[in-house]
């Protein structure tokens, strides 16, 4: 086991929102530095050595399930997306409309098999289901009356924002936590995930 903070960064540390341990491990929660929307966060949980994937994701479902709970308070009840507080983070992460969804994605080359698992929990809007359906029709335009795209959009978001980050390399850190305002919304989520009856 490393230290309390899973080998993250200051910069990173200033928006973790959720911690947690039990018997299996200790994990935590934090807003990602290039979010491909708003609220887009991931969860490391580093677990005791050996464990294998099926125990590891029994223990963060558990977790997941909190985080949505507060999305949907953040994201639902006080629309924190639309705020202006929030603009240019809803603005860089084309994040607009009603909360639909969170996609939970296992997609991360950086964690220890069997000692470390992660998920990227990506809210997901009105915005993106439009920009999926259009990035659809665009690549299927025999097909006008189906609909689609998800992959494609996230592969494409994913392409954006890896421009962004090593553009501003060091200095995105700074960006999201002052100029996007991203250590507020980890203070909010982590107050909406305080809230939950449970």
Known sequence: MHDDNLDLGPEQCQRIW???DNVHGRGLVFLVRAAITFGHSQLIFEALPGREEDLLFS???REITSII??????????????QPRYRELAA????AGD?????????SNRERPHEQYRVHLVPFFASHWLACDQLFKQNHPDAP???GGLLAWLGKREVEVDCLQHR??????VYVNTRLNMVGLASELGKCLANNPK
């Open 18 to 20: 959720h911690r947690f």
């Open 59 to 61: 223990v963060v479902s």
């Open 69 to 82: 709970y507060a999305f949907n308070e953040a994201l639902v009840k006080k629309r924190l997306q639309g």
């Open 92 to 95: 860089d992460t084309e994040t």
């Open 99 to 107: 909360y639909i969804k969170t996609l939970v994605l296992r997609v």
């Open 145 to 147: 009356s189906e609909t």
């Open 168 to 173: 501003l390399d060091a200095a995105l850190d």
